[in-house]
């Protein structure tokens, strides 16, 4: 059921060093992942690592909080894209969706998926900081603004991805959108029950342990 391009291989810890870096890059060439996850200051060294493979370079936006301004978060993609980035894993504005600003955090997805160009766009809803409602609105006004994947966690709050919530995120936005799970997949059983509830990719930073 699982398979190599499934996974994006993840490394998005403050004391991440750039060795660190080369070395889920080297490991991401050697298995075949879909692509390598880090944070914008890595977008360049990624990309020219992973030069001539098929696997992607990954950058997060707005992360992990999603308080950032929408020209903040634009600009960020902006750079990033300009630096070599094929996904944009960008997370929402959650007070704004919390307290009904819908238009907010519609436009605020937006200004991201113009800001991608031809680069990939997942949006993080951070499932949570949500009720099963807020869930299922944030995954609407991602597929209104254009996003191409859904996406349950930044890994860094109060929770990570549950096979509930990627089921709903599915069941919400239908086959024409990928689901990603992320947060606490760390073994093959967990793996496996989040592309049973309906994900399509998985964010981790235990790719080679899940997979051996």
């Not at 370079?57 to 960020?76: D, H, R």
């Not at 996003?147 to 991805?161: C, E, H, L, N, P």
Request: aromatic fraction near 6%; include cysteine.
């Amino acid at each position: 059921m699982l398979n190599s391009k499934m996974f994006d291989h993840t490394l998005l810890k403050a004391e991440a060093t750039q060795e660190q870096v080369a070395q889920i890059c080297k490991e991401a060439v050697t298995y075949d992942f879909a692509s390598v996850c880090v944070n914008s200051c890595y977008t360049a060294f990624v990309a020219e690592h992973l030069k001539g493979s098929t696997v992607k370079t990954c950058t997060v936006v707005g992360f992990p909080l999603g308080a950032m301004s929408t020209k903040a978060k634009a600009a960020e993609t902006s750079y990033a894209v300009a630096d070599g980035a094929d996904e944009i894993d960008m997370v929402i504005n959650v007070g704004a969706l919390k307290e009904g600003r819908y238009d907010y955090v519609l436009e605020d997805i937006k200004a991201v998926k113009e800001a991608c160009g031809k680069a990939l766009l997942k949006v993080i809803i951070e499932t949570c900081l949500l009720t099963d409602a807020e869930k299922v609105k944030a995954c609407e006004l991602s597929v209104e603004a254009g996003a191409d994947f859904v996406k349950t966690s930044t890994g860094f709050s109060t929770g990570g991805a549950k096979a509930v919530d990627v089921a709903l995120m599915r069941k919400t936005v239908g086959d024409s959108v990928g689901v990603k799970a992320s947060g606490g997949i760390r073994d093959t059983q967990t793996a496996e029950k989040m592309v049973e509830a309906g994900a399509n990719r998985l964010g981790t930073s235990a790719t080679i342990a899940i997979l051996s």
